[in-house]
């Protein structure tokens, strides 16, 4: 017998890797933060004598989900400003507030609003893209929760920096004092090509290379993006970006509702990553990403949620199941972007996004424990033939019952174990009170 720390052992397992695999009645053995086995509940009983075991008898067990693209402050923001096209939405109202109240305290705020939403829906990583991202890793220490921090790149002076050259040498202090964290990973996060200038991208594209940190940043989000820059510049956006020594490995980009067959294929060529926002896109009425094609072209698609401002939540698995049915909406094939191919997108997929494939995405042995129970025994889950589409179909978040990182139980039972969900609620509502101010102002 071999001694561990836990045991669990659900109805099923769907570990995403392999593709398509439903294990039932097997047990999944975790040891020092990591997945020791896979195997039949009834050998892993005889083979492990275990701390704990965790009997999940109605619940199916999945990697956590992994949010690619959002801005976890901005749950602060929800609701703000709604039915609104891009830029209107933008430079008439997000940026005004944020303008007035973006500070350290109301990141710390907004953070664990939404680092707190994200746990109760199943999500245990996520990519943010915010500004004081000190307080984004303050918050995120103290829940225990994985992320990759970007830090923001803009031109323009905000409550964060003034200009490029004072937001990239920020950048590089918040990355150089924290890199280390076992959870926790950096990013360059510029806005978006039409926020900044190319003497700024160039010194990112050196500096992501120089110290091996990926870039996240926006690109073709709207038509109207492609169409000025064409319009000012005589040149696309992407294309800039590629000019410029951005594309790689090592770039999310995020959006990209307007590709060309050329662009598709250097998304290929460079291996680029897409964080497809379906609910964001379709929110502020921003266009489609051509999701299947992308796919076909072999580009790794992971989904994010976008902000709670232009969302309005963070569930991934909702956001899952847009994309899902968008993508069939938009090609016209009702068998494009099936159910697994979704979760996948969302588990596996964007742990390759976030250069983070060999630690988190799939339930593997050596691979960090980074799961998810959702119970599949209420009213809306029966009968079940398949357990995958059951999932991303027919599952609401409310149906996560507990949510693991690196071997550590951060929801369980429904109940937060690392953050204080009253306490965020109240600090939210003062945050309220202080914006509507703020609006009357
Ligand atoms: C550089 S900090 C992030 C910056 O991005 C703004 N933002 C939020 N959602 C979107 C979006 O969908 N497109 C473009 N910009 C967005 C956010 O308000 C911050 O200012
Ligand atoms: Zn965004």
């Not at 119970?375 to 033939?385: A, G, L, N, R, T």
Request: aromatic share 6%; glycine share 8%.
């Amino acid at each position: 017998m071999q001694d561990v720390d836990l045991l669990i052992v659900p109805r099923w397992i769907v570990p995403v890797e392999p593709h398509l695999t439903v294990h039932e009645d097997h047990a999944l053995v975790v040891d020092g933060g990591r997945i020791v086995d896979l195997l039949p509940a009834d050998f892993a009983r005889q083979a492990y004598r275990a701390r704990e075991t965790l009997e999940l008898p109605n619940q199916v067990v999945l990697p956590g989900l992994v949010n690619t693209h959002t801005h976890a402050a901005m749950t602060l923001l929800r609701g703000l400003a709604d039915d609104l096209p891009l830029m209107n939405w933008l430079q008439d109202h997000i940026w005004p507030a944020e303008g007035r109240h973006a500070s350290a305290a109301f990141c710390r705020a907004g953070v664990a609003l939404a680092a707190a939403e994200m746990l109760k829906g199943g999500i245990t990583c996520f990519a943010d893209q915010y500004f004081f991202p000190e307080s984004t890793v303050e918050v995120l220490r103290e829940a225990s929760m994985r992320a990759l921090v970007g830090v923001p790149v803009l031109e323009f002076p905000t409550p964060w920096a003034q200009n490029a050259q004072g937001y990239i040498s920020r950048a590089v202090d918040v990355i150089e004092a924290n890199r280390t964290h076992p959870l926790l990973g950096f990013a360059f996060a510029p806005h978006a090509p039409y926020t900044v200038g190319d003497p700024a991208l160039e010194r990112i594209a050196m500096l992501s290379h120089e110290m091996d940190v990926p870039i996240h940043m926006h690109v073709h989000e709207t038509a109207f993006e492609v169409e000025d820059a064409v319009a000012q510049h005589g040149e696309r956006p992407f294309a800039r970006l590629k000019r410029l020594g951005l594309l790689s490995r090592e770039f999310m980009a995020v959006h990209m509702t307007q590709l060309n067959d050329q662009e598709i294929e250097d998304c290929a060529t460079f291996g680029v990553s897409i964080a497809h926002c379906p609910e964001s896109n379709l929110k502020l009425a921003s266009g489609f990403c051509p999701v299947s094609k992308l796919l076909d072209a072999g580009v790794n698609v992971s989904i994010g949620t976008d902000g709670a401002a232009s969302n309005n939540d963070l569930d991934l698995i909702g956001e899952m199941r847009t994309a899902a049915l968008l993508a069939k909406g938009v090609s016209g094939n009702a068998a494009a972007f099936p159910a697994a191919q979704a979760l996948r997108a969302a588990t596996l997929g964007g742990a390759r996004a976030l250069g983070l494939e060999e630690r988190i995405g799939s339930l593997e042995r050596g691979k960090a424990a980074d799961f998810i129970a959702i119970d599949m025994d209420q009213i809306d889950s029966v009968p079940m033939y398949d357990l995958i589409s059951q999932t991303v179909y027919a599952t609401g978040r409310d149906r996560v019952t507990h949510s693991y990182v690196a071997g550590r139980a951060l929801m369980r039972g429904r109940e937060l174990q690392t953050l204080d969900e009253s306490a965020i609620k109240a600090e939210a509502r003062q945050w309220q009170q202080r914006i509507i101010k703020g609006l009357q102002a």
